[in-house]
């Protein structure tokens, strides 16, 4: 199920080496925090999964959980990016909402 939460990338290549960093505007709770009105524990709700695609071949799969923070932002370094190539990026959650970003490597 496709959600309005808004996944965005940003990369940049030095030396041969590419950083890509993603931000998800997600909530990440862990199902342990109460709710200061209702008193009642507040459902989990996490990013489980997220996949990073270059020219339509997988090649990272972050698994995440209930100790990655509020608005989560993931970095990895790709040797084999070039400028000009596709970047996807997919996620995941534990309620089955899920995102996805796409962008040109610069």
Request: aromatic share 4%.
């Amino acid at each position: 199920m496709a959600t309005d939460k808004q996944t965005k990338i940003r990369t940049r290549t030095r030396d041969g080496v590419t950083d890509v960093l993603v931000l998800v505007d997600h909530p990440m709770e862990t199902g342990l925090r109460t709710d200061k009105k209702t008193h009642m524990k507040v459902p989990a709700h996490f990013i489980q999964v997220m996949n990073f695609f270059l020219n339509g071949k997988e090649v990272v799969t972050a698994n995440l959980g209930v100790a990655v923070s509020k608005d989560p932002l993931i970095g990895i370094k790709l040797k084999s990016a070039k400028p000009g190539d596709k970047l996807k990026v997919t996620w995941s959650d534990n309620k089955g909402e899920s995102g996805s970003e796409e962008t040109t490597i610069n």
